[in-house]
């Protein structure tokens, strides 16, 4: 199973929308890890206000909801940029060349179909949530406190379409190491020996204890 | 075609999918989708002009489940449990934990090998993933080892084998995940992992010291420590006690009422350990990194599993589930084999797949037909053919397949903990790791095993829980 | 034709009308019309309304108090101290409310219909360590109660939590609230009751209302005879639904004093202060709220009174 892989770098204008697109990833990224110590924060809020101050904090369960999806989504892009999301690779680590190249010009079309259509269903999933009649543009609010439900079903179609963006260039990256015959293209992770991906993952460890 | 045939299909294109390479949160989702366009295409008679209907239903039905699915305040465990890992890193912890361990473990046979399992154990309650806590002791312990004259393939061995406690031993996202899917109470999961946990560490440990007492060049023990350096070593390491026994007073008070939900336990404990942190001089751009690293993981989990809930959803349409839970509790095979052969057949997936992946895919369509065995949801111990309670039943099948998983991190050929370990020390090569491991199939078949002769060893801490 | 019904959770006197509606459809049209009750493999019990929209589904169970603003007109129903007594009137003022077009409209906008309610009692609350007899005893009181209710106590000081019901009975064990407002059945189902050591007799703050819709599409694709079958099988599976109930209620008497759970009764004086607290400010602020937004909520409200007196009147 692959877990991260490298992506090469050069001048060309594919390399380049490549790291121009990484920024937005990255900062999107961010903001999921930002959100995780924010639930921290909160849960620790929570906790403390309950047992040392009886005030526990209003719709806590509700502001948890609300937060998930930018946590658990907004980083979508960046991790398939990174070849993050996870797979065997049992039979495609055996591929070299064009078939290889072939075989994950396949794979991310078939990805961009999906998220495409996911992203409509998505955006139609907010859709219905949102009213530009309504007080607070709400038509659907949480349980406890009421809040606006639209805001965090809106991260969801956004970070969707910032995937498919990337999966266009990855099809243009493979597709062009399909044409050209190259061994080493740029913008696409490469398949890392299992052996390659254990260093790699351990130099990121490195110097943490 | 009925629902039940269309399933069939289109789970077997998910798994082709699978092994073809396709990333497997996609391939889940894809075959979720497709399955829904299939379903409701085939509701309308497969009409040509109905399948522009079909295709928005189904993805407006798919599209929902993202969201849907991802907003639950059971599963922002998962990113805390993960980030308590990684802050751990900074905080210190293993070493502290690693040199605990070495003082007050190291005199008996194979001492640094037995340490280096209970430091891993010890460990494992802060870290929620196997392969970190093996890629970290790979380089803590194992030179140690080497330095006093271990067999090499023996130390990549200890140190393979002791990562998979991380997953078992609280807090643990694996944990979380097959309590999200079966709909089962997380708190009380956790609760269940701790005795498991400990004692295959402690089969391990075992093992080891049966192993030295015959090769005796295998591991010489380490005696020398005063009572004075033991005690010292405690401190360093009271983090991790604290986390501990944060979780469980959050989950079950012995004394009282309990502190709050395990969610707000992880968190409290993420908090601590944080704290630590910053006091052993965490930067800025050290927890910038750590977020990155927690996102970046936290996303990998969540695309799974929701993708994976696109193809559970189709499922429910299709009602595969109830039509294999019917098949198997129609078997006239006795249930404790057909419990064996589903924990074998885990083995078998589990040597090409890794343990999150393999457990989405699969339990959607084995649990209900394992609860079906058991004799339902609701029946009573009395009546069950496995002698427990329903919810009893998923915790005990939970602890289970969560041990198959982490067996499957260190059976070739797909052994992520084995890679790990020869990844982080080039002087070893996989085939060497997975030769040094293979003392331990036996122990955790050992494990497994007895988990499944008495139950009671996974049964008894949540049952006090009420 | 085959229909796919979405509720959730498993199945209980709650889902009893459907079970029944699917029974007697099915009875009536020979077999040809059939519905399919899902517990909860068709979607998220909060999601049942987009189901409907989407058409994923034909026919759906949701609560209004799960999202406010999908439904802002039934909310009436959920508005705290209304004088509901017994099932039979929750049953009268919900049909009367579900007639109203303010409410078909609305529902339209979903693509959904209303067929009958899921009639609930009044949702006493149970709760742990001392019986809390008077206002001042409400004051910091972590209460799981969605909804209108929800705002009732917070208006008395106590702080709603909602965790979902399914883990109602751990928030208990754990501290995270310590009194739960269910109806009976909820408390046995969820397990309330075994963690409980008094429950209120007599509050009966108010009540949530959980409609069963159909997509209208599907119900005008029907024939003749299956929308009739489905229409004319409503109050047959209502009665059904109302008897298993009463049963239930029949033996919770026996279950409290099995649990040694006291009943705790508060004296009329106490509940009229809750009354004057609480009711009074939520219904106005309620009224004046729908009306700011076009919709009739003095008219609504003044319909659910009228209903109410009028079947108090004719018992
Ligand atoms: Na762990
Ligand atoms: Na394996």
């Given at each position: 199973?692959?877990?991260?892989?490298?992506?090469?770098e050069?001048?060309s204008?594919?390399?380049?929308l490549?790291r121009g697109?990484?920024k937005l990833?990255?900062f999107f990224?961010?903001?999921?890890?930002?959100a995780?110590?924010?639930?921290?924060?909160?849960?620790?809020w929570s906790?403390?206000g309950r047992?040392f101050?009886a005030s526990?904090?209003?719709?806590?369960?509700d502001?948890?909801e609300?937060a998930m999806p930018f946590i658990?989504?907004?980083?979508?892009a960046?991790?398939q940029r990174m070849?993050?999301h996870?797979?065997m690779d049992i039979?495609i680590?055996?591929?070299?060349g064009?078939?290889?190249?072939?075989a994950?010009l396949l794979s991310?079309v078939?990805?961009?179909?999906?998220?495409?259509a996911?992203?409509w269903?998505a955006?139609a999933h907010f859709?219905r949530s949102f009213?530009?009649?309504?007080?607070m543009?709400?038509?659907?609010?949480s349980?406890?406190i009421g809040?606006p439900?639209?805001?965090s079903?809106l991260?969801?179609?956004v970070?969707?379409?910032?995937?498919?963006?990337r999966?266009?260039?990855q099809i243009?990256?493979y597709g062009?190491a399909l044409?050209?015959g190259?061994?080493?293209?740029?913008?696409?992770?490469?398949?890392?020996?299992a052996?390659?991906q254990?260093?790699?993952?351990a130099?990121?460890?490195?110097?943490r204890? | 075609?009925?629902?039940?045939?269309?399933?069939?299909?289109?789970s077997g294109?998910m798994?082709?999918?699978?092994?073809?390479g396709?990333r497997?949160?996609f391939?889940?989702?894809m075959?979720?989708l497709?399955g829904?366009i299939?379903?409701?295409?085939?509701k309308k008679?497969m009409?040509?002009?109905?399948l522009g209907w079909a295709?928005?239903?189904?993805i407006?039905t798919?599209g929902q489940?993202p969201?849907?699915?991802?907003s639950?305040?059971?599963?922002s465990?998962i990113?805390?449990?993960?980030?308590i890992?990684?802050?751990?890193?900074?905080?210190?912890?293993?070493?502290?934990?690693f040199e605990?361990?070495?003082?007050?473990f190291?005199?008996?046979?194979?001492?640094?090998?037995?340490?280096?399992?209970?430091?891993?154990?010890g460990f494992a309650?802060?870290?929620?993933?196997?392969v970190?806590?093996a890629?970290?002791f790979?380089?803590?312990?194992i030179?140690?080892?080497l330095?006093i004259?271990?067999?090499k393939?023996f130390?990549?061995g200890v140190?393979?084998?002791?990562?998979?406690l991380a997953?078992?031993?609280?807090?643990?996202?694996?944990l979380?995940?097959?309590?999200?899917?079966?709909?089962q109470?997380?708190?009380?999961l956790?609760?269940?992992?701790?005795?498991p946990?400990?004692?295959?560490?402690?089969?391990y440990a075992?093992l080891i010291i049966?192993?030295?007492m015959?090769?005796k060049?295998?591991g010489?023990p380490?005696t020398?420590f005063?009572w004075r350096e033991?005690f010292a070593s405690?401190?360093?390491?009271?983090?991790?006690?604290?986390?501990?026994?944060?979780?469980?007073f959050?989950?079950?008070?012995?004394?009282?009422d309990?502190?709050?939900?395990?969610?707000?336990?992880?968190?409290?404990?993420?908090?601590i350990?944080f704290c630590?942190?910053?006091?052993?001089?965490?930067?800025?751009?050290?927890?910038?990194?750590a977020?990155?690293?927690?996102a970046k993981l936290?996303?990998?989990?969540?695309t799974i599993i929701w993708?994976?809930l696109i193809?559970?959803r189709?499922l429910?349409?299709a009602?595969?589930?109830g039509?294999f839970?019917e098949?198997?509790?129609?078997?006239?095979t006795?249930?404790?084999?057909?419990?064996?052969?589903i924990?074998?057949?885990?083995?078998?997936?589990g040597?090409f797949m890794?343990?999150?992946?393999?457990?989405?895919?699969?339990?959607?369509v084995?649990?209900?037909?394992?609860?079906a065995?058991?004799?339902?949801?609701?029946v009573?111990?009395?009546?069950?053919?496995?002698?427990?309670?329903?919810?009893?039943?998923a915790i005990?099948f939970?602890i289970?397949?969560?041990?198959m998983?982490?067996?499957?991190?260190?059976t070739?050929?797909?052994g992520l903990n084995?890679?790990?370990v020869?990844?982080v020390r080039?002087?070893l090569?996989?085939?060497?790791?997975?030769r040094g491991?293979?003392p331990?199939?036996?122990?955790?078949?050992?494990?497994?095993?007895?988990?499944?002769?008495?139950?009671q060893?996974?049964l008894?801490?949540p049952s006090l829980?009420g | 034709?085959?229909?796919?019904?979405?509720?959730?959770?498993?199945?209980r006197?709650?889902?009893?009308h459907?079970?029944?509606?699917?029974?007697?459809?099915?009875e009536?049209t020979n077999g040809e019309?059939?519905?399919n009750v899902?517990y909860g493999?068709l979607?998220?019990?909060?999601e049942?309304l987009?189901?409907?929209?989407?058409?994923?589904?034909?026919?759906?169970?949701f609560?209004?108090g799960?999202?406010?603003?999908?439904?802002?007109?039934i909310?009436v129903?959920?508005?705290?101290?209304?004088?509901?007594?017994?099932?039979e009137?929750?049953?009268?003022?919900?049909?009367a409310?579900?007639?109203?077009p303010?409410?078909?409209?609305e529902m339209?906008?979903?693509?959904?219909?209303m067929?009958m309610?899921?009639?609930m009692?009044?949702?006493?609350?149970?709760?742990?360590?001392?019986?809390?007899?008077?206002?001042?005893?409400?004051d910091g009181?972590?209460?799981r109660?969605?909804?209108?209710?929800?705002k009732?106590?917070?208006a008395v000081?106590a702080?709603?939590t909602?965790?979902?019901?399914s883990?109602?009975?751990n928030?208990?064990?754990?501290?995270?609230?310590?009194?739960?407002a269910?109806?009976?059945?909820?408390?046995?189902?969820?397990g309330t009751i075994?963690?409980a050591?008094?429950?209120?007799?007599?509050?009966?703050?108010?009540?949530?209302?959980c409609?069963v819709?159909?997509?209208?599409?599907?119900y005008?694709?029907?024939?003749?005879?299956?929308r009739e079958?489905?229409?004319?099988s409503v109050?047959e599976?209502?009665?059904?639904y109302?008897a298993?109930?009463g049963e239930?209620?029949e033996?919770?008497?026996?279950?409290?004093?099995?649990?040694?759970?006291?009943?705790?009764e508060f004296?009329?004086e106490?509940?009229?202060?809750f009354?004057a607290k609480?009711a009074?400010?939520?219904?106005?602020a309620w009224?004046?709220d729908m009306?700011?937004?076009?919709?009739?909520?003095?008219?609504?409200?003044d319909l659910v009174?009228?209903?109410?007196?009028k079947?108090?009147?004719?018992n």
């Amino acid at each position: 199973m692959a877990g991260s892989s490298a992506v090469l770098e050069d001048s060309s204008i594919l390399s380049r929308l490549d790291r121009g697109l990484l920024k937005l990833e990255t900062f999107f990224a961010l903001i999921s890890g930002i959100a995780v110590f924010m639930l921290m924060v909160l849960a620790v809020w929570s906790v403390g206000g309950r047992k040392f101050f009886a005030s526990p904090l209003a719709g806590y369960v509700d502001w948890i909801e609300a937060a998930m999806p930018f946590i658990a989504i907004m980083g979508i892009a960046y991790t398939q940029r990174m070849g993050g999301h996870v797979r065997m690779d049992i039979l495609i680590g055996q591929l070299k060349g064009r078939a290889l190249w072939a075989a994950e010009l396949l794979s991310v079309v078939l990805i961009l179909l999906l998220m495409l259509a996911l992203t409509w269903g998505a955006w139609a999933h907010f859709d219905r949530s949102f009213d530009m009649g309504a007080p607070m543009w709400s038509r659907d609010s949480s349980i406890d406190i009421g809040l606006p439900i639209w805001p965090s079903k809106l991260v969801v179609p956004v970070a969707f379409a910032v995937i498919s963006l990337r999966l266009c260039l990855q099809i243009w990256g493979y597709g062009r190491a399909l044409v050209l015959g190259l061994e080493r293209p740029v913008a696409v992770p490469l398949v890392q020996s299992a052996a390659e991906q254990a260093m790699a993952e351990a130099e990121q460890l490195d110097g943490r204890d | 075609m009925d629902p039940i045939e269309i399933g069939l299909w289109v789970s077997g294109g998910m798994l082709l999918m699978v092994v073809l390479g396709m990333r497997v949160a996609f391939a889940a989702a894809m075959a979720g989708l497709i399955g829904l366009i299939w379903i409701f295409w085939a509701k309308k008679g497969m009409e040509w002009d109905q399948l522009g209907w079909a295709l928005t239903v189904a993805i407006k039905t798919a599209g929902q489940v993202p969201h849907s699915k991802v907003s639950s305040q059971t599963l922002s465990l998962i990113p805390t449990f993960i980030l308590i890992g990684f802050l751990a890193y900074y905080a210190g912890l293993t070493k502290a934990i690693f040199e605990a361990a070495k003082r007050w473990f190291a005199w008996v046979p194979g001492g640094l090998a037995v340490s280096t399992v209970f430091a891993t154990a010890g460990f494992a309650a802060v870290s929620g993933a196997s392969v970190a806590t093996a890629a970290v002791f790979a380089r803590i312990a194992i030179p140690e080892m080497l330095k006093i004259g271990y067999n090499k393939q023996f130390a990549a061995g200890v140190v393979a084998a002791g990562g998979t406690l991380a997953s078992l031993i609280p807090p643990s996202a694996i944990l979380v995940i097959y309590a999200i899917i079966v709909e089962q109470d997380v708190g009380k999961l956790l609760l269940a992992g701790f005795i498991p946990g400990a004692f295959s560490a402690v089969v391990y440990a075992i093992l080891i010291i049966g192993i030295a007492m015959i090769w005796k060049n295998v591991g010489p023990p380490v005696t020398g420590f005063t009572w004075r350096e033991r005690f010292a070593s405690l401190p360093a390491a009271l983090p991790i006690v604290a986390v501990v026994v944060i979780i469980i007073f959050f989950v079950y008070n012995p004394f009282g009422d309990a502190w709050g939900t395990p969610t707000e336990g992880g968190a409290v404990g993420a908090f601590i350990v944080f704290c630590m942190a910053v006091f052993r001089g965490m930067r800025l751009a050290e927890l910038k990194d750590a977020l990155l690293e927690t996102a970046k993981l936290t996303v990998m989990i969540f695309t799974i599993i929701w993708g994976v809930l696109i193809y559970v959803r189709f499922l429910g349409f299709a009602d595969l589930p109830g039509a294999f839970a019917e098949w198997i509790s129609s078997l006239e095979t006795s249930p404790m084999l057909i419990l064996i052969c589903i924990l074998l057949a885990y083995a078998v997936l589990g040597m090409f797949m890794d343990a999150i992946g393999m457990l989405l895919l699969t339990l959607p369509v084995v649990y209900p037909a394992v609860m079906a065995l058991n004799g339902g949801e609701f029946v009573s111990a009395a009546d069950s053919a496995f002698g427990m309670s329903g919810p009893m039943c998923a915790i005990w099948f939970g602890i289970l397949v969560v041990k198959m998983a982490e067996f499957c991190l260190i059976t070739p050929p797909i052994g992520l903990n084995c890679f790990v370990v020869a990844g982080v020390r080039p002087d070893l090569s996989v085939q060497d790791v997975f030769r040094g491991v293979m003392p331990f199939f036996v122990a955790d078949a050992v494990t497994i095993g007895l988990l499944v002769a008495f139950p009671q060893i996974v049964l008894w801490l949540p049952s006090l829980a009420g | 034709t085959e229909w796919n019904a979405s509720v959730w959770g498993k199945r209980r006197a709650f889902t009893e009308h459907v079970e029944k509606i699917a029974e007697l459809v099915s009875e009536k049209t020979n077999g040809e019309f059939t519905i399919n009750v899902s517990y909860g493999g068709l979607s998220k019990n909060r999601e049942n309304l987009d189901g409907i929209s989407i058409g994923a589904f034909e026919m759906a169970q949701f609560c209004a108090g799960y999202h406010a603003d999908k439904n802002r007109a039934i909310t009436v129903l959920e508005l705290p101290f209304l004088g509901v007594s017994n099932l039979e009137e929750e049953v009268a003022v919900s049909r009367a409310v579900y007639a109203h077009p303010a409410v078909a409209k609305e529902m339209a906008q979903w693509n959904a219909k209303m067929l009958m309610t899921s009639p609930m009692p009044q949702y006493n609350l149970v709760g742990t360590g001392d019986p809390r007899t008077t206002l001042e005893d409400f004051d910091g009181m972590r209460v799981r109660a969605t909804g209108g209710l929800g705002k009732a106590f917070e208006a008395v000081g106590a702080v709603p939590t909602s965790v979902t019901s399914s883990e109602a009975y751990n928030a208990m064990e754990s501290g995270v609230v310590d009194t739960v407002a269910f109806a009976q059945h909820a408390h046995l189902s969820f397990g309330t009751i075994n963690k409980a050591d008094w429950w209120t007799a007599n509050l009966n703050p108010g009540t949530v209302n959980c409609p069963v819709v159909v997509n209208i599409d599907a119900y005008e694709a029907l024939s003749d005879a299956e929308r009739e079958a489905l229409d004319g099988s409503v109050d047959e599976a209502l009665d059904h639904y109302l008897a298993n109930y009463g049963e239930l209620l029949e033996r919770w008497d026996t279950v409290l004093e099995e649990k040694g759970v006291e009943k705790v009764e508060f004296s009329p004086e106490v509940i009229a202060e809750f009354k004057a607290k609480a009711a009074d400010p939520a219904r106005e602020a309620w009224i004046k709220d729908m009306e700011a937004q076009g919709i009739p909520g003095q008219e609504l409200y003044d319909l659910v009174i009228e209903t109410l007196e009028k079947e108090q009147a004719s018992n």
